[in-house]
C-alpha cells in the first residue's frame, strides 16, 4: 500500500519539517547528501520512534511511521515536496551462507523459517584441522594411514552425505584395530560436532558446489566497516543498512532489466 506523504516546513525553515501536516521532525543529522529528521515527541514520555529521511531533492528514502501519539493538525499551506512511497516491500532470502555461529543460523531460521542455511567449507576445514593439531598431530605426523583418513574427512562436505556414515564407522572401526588412541579422539570431537550437533546438509555441498565459503559476507561485513570511523549509534546503523539494502535492490532491478 503507497503512503503519500506530504512534506512541508515551518518557520524552522530547513531543520525542522512537518509530515502530512500531523508529525512534526527535527533535523537530526546530515550525511551522503542526505538528511535525517526524528519525531519532536523521541525525547518526551511518548518516546516516539519514527524518523524520516531526505536527499537533497527532498524526496523520501525512508519513513519509519511508529508514533506513539496522536497527530495535530498544523496550518502548512505550502508544501515543499509530495512523495509517494512504498514502505511495505519484503525481502526474503532463500540461502544464508555463513560460519559455524548456532546463534547466527538459528537467529535465521526463526526470522525466515523457509531459508536454507550453509555452513562455510573454509570455517569447517579450519575447526578440523585445529582439533586435529590438538588431539592427534603425532599421529597425524608419523602415520600416512592417519594422513589418509584425516584428509578423507576434510573432504565430507564434497561426498554424497548418504556415505558419510559408513566413511566415518569404517574409518573408526580400523583406528579401533590399530590403537590409534588419539586420533579415536578426534573422530569422538568431529562426531558430537558435525555429525549430531550440527546437521550434515547444512555443511555438505554434494549437490550445490556454486558458493562453499562466506567470503561474501565477510567482504560485506569489512565494507560496511569502512562506512563507519567510530561505533555507530543505534539510528545510524539502521540508516546505513536500510540504504544498502535499496542500493542492492536498485542493482538488482538494472541487472534483470540489462540496464
Same mark, same amino acid.
Given at each position: 500500500?503507497?503512503?503519500?506523504?506530504?512534506?512541508?516546513?515551518?518557520?524552522?525553515?530547513?531543520?525542522?519539517?512537518?509530515?502530512?501536516?500531523?508529525?512534526?521532525?527535527?533535523?537530526?543529522?546530515?550525511?551522503?547528501?542526505?538528511?535525517?529528521?526524528?519525531?519532536?515527541?523521541?525525547?518526551?514520555?511518548? &518516546?516516539?520512534?519514527? *524518523?524520516?529521511?531526505?536527499?537533497?531533492?527532498?524526496?523520501?528514502? &525512508?519513513?519509519?511511521?511508529?508514533?506513539?501519539?496522536?497527530?495535530?493538525?498544523?496550518?502548512?499551506?505550502?508544501?515543499?515536496?509530495?512523495?509517494?512511497?512504498?514502505?511495505?516491500?519484503?525481502?526474503?532470502?532463500?540461502?544464508?551462507?555463513?560460519?559455524?555461529?548456532?546463534?547466527?543460523?538459528?537467529? =535465521?531460521?526463526?526470522?525466515?523459517?523457509?531459508?536454507?542455511?550453509?555452513?562455510?567449507?573454509?570455517?569447517?576445514?579450519?575447526?578440523?584441522?585445529?582439533?586435529?593439531?590438538?588431539?592427534?598431530?603425532?599421529?597425524?605426523?608419523?602415520?600416512?594411514?592417519? *594422513?589418509?583418513?584425516?584428509? =578423507?574427512?576434510?573432504?565430507?562436505?564434497?561426498?554424497?552425505?548418504?556415505?558419510?556414515?559408513?566413511?566415518?564407522?569404517?574409518?573408526?572401526?580400523?583406528?579401533?584395530?590399530?590403537?590409534?588412541?588419539?586420533?579415536?579422539?578426534?573422530?569422538?570431537?568431529?562426531?558430537?560436532?558435525?555429525?549430531?550437533?550440527?546437521?550434515?546438509?547444512?555443511?555438505?555441498?554434494?549437490?550445490?558446489?556454486?558458493?562453499?565459503?562466506?567470503? =561474501?559476507?565477510?567482504?560485506?561485513?569489512?565494507?560496511?566497516?569502512?562506512?563507519?570511523?567510530?561505533?555507530?549509534?543505534?539510528?545510524?546503523?539502521?540508516?546505513?543498512?536500510?540504504?544498502?539494502?535499496?542500493?542492492?535492490?536498485?542493482?538488482? &532491478?538494472?541487472?534483470?532489466?540489462?540496464?
Amino acid at each position: 500500500m503507497d503512503d503519500q506523504l506530504e512534506i512541508s516546513e515551518t518557520n524552522k525553515e530547513k531543520n525542522q519539517i512537518i509530515v502530512n501536516r500531523k508529525y512534526k521532525f527535527n533535523l537530526w543529522y546530515i550525511t551522503n547528501n542526505t538528511k535525517i529528521f526524528k519525531c519532536t515527541k523521541y525525547k518526551t514520555v511518548k &518516546k516516539c520512534k519514527s *524518523y524520516i529521511i531526505l536527499n537533497d531533492n527532498n524526496k523520501v528514502i &525512508k519513513y519509519e511511521n511508529n508514533h506513539t501519539h496522536p497527530g495535530k493538525e498544523y496550518d502548512t499551506p505550502v508544501s515543499i515536496n509530495e512523495n509517494k512511497y512504498n514502505n511495505n516491500i519484503i525481502v526474503t532470502p532463500k540461502i544464508l551462507y555463513c560460519d559455524f555461529e548456532k546463534g547466527i543460523s538459528n537467529g =535465521a531460521i526463526k526470522i525466515f523459517p523457509n531459508i536454507t542455511i550453509k555452513y562455510c567449507v573454509w570455517h569447517y576445514k579450519r575447526s578440523v584441522e585445529v582439533q586435529k593439531n590438538k588431539l592427534c598431530y603425532n599421529e597425524f605426523e608419523s602415520n600416512y594411514k592417519i *594422513y589418509l583418513f584425516y584428509k =578423507a574427512i576434510t573432504n565430507f562436505p564434497f561426498i554424497n552425505p548418504e556415505y558419510i556414515f559408513d566413511i566415518y564407522n569404517y574409518i573408526k572401526i580400523i583406528c579401533q584395530i590399530y590403537n590409534y588412541f588419539n586420533f579415536l579422539n578426534f573422530l569422538e570431537y568431529f562426531n558430537k560436532t558435525y555429525l549430531y550437533k550440527y546437521d550434515i546438509q547444512y555443511w555438505n555441498y554434494y549437490n550445490d558446489i556454486n558458493h562453499i565459503t562466506n567470503n =561474501a559476507s565477510e567482504s560485506f561485513n569489512n565494507y560496511l566497516k569502512k562506512l563507519f570511523y567510530k561505533k555507530p549509534s543505534f539510528y545510524e546503523l539502521i540508516y546505513h543498512l536500510k540504504r544498502e539494502e535499496s542500493l542492492s535492490y536498485n542493482n538488482y &532491478k538494472r541487472k534483470i532489466e540489462g540496464v
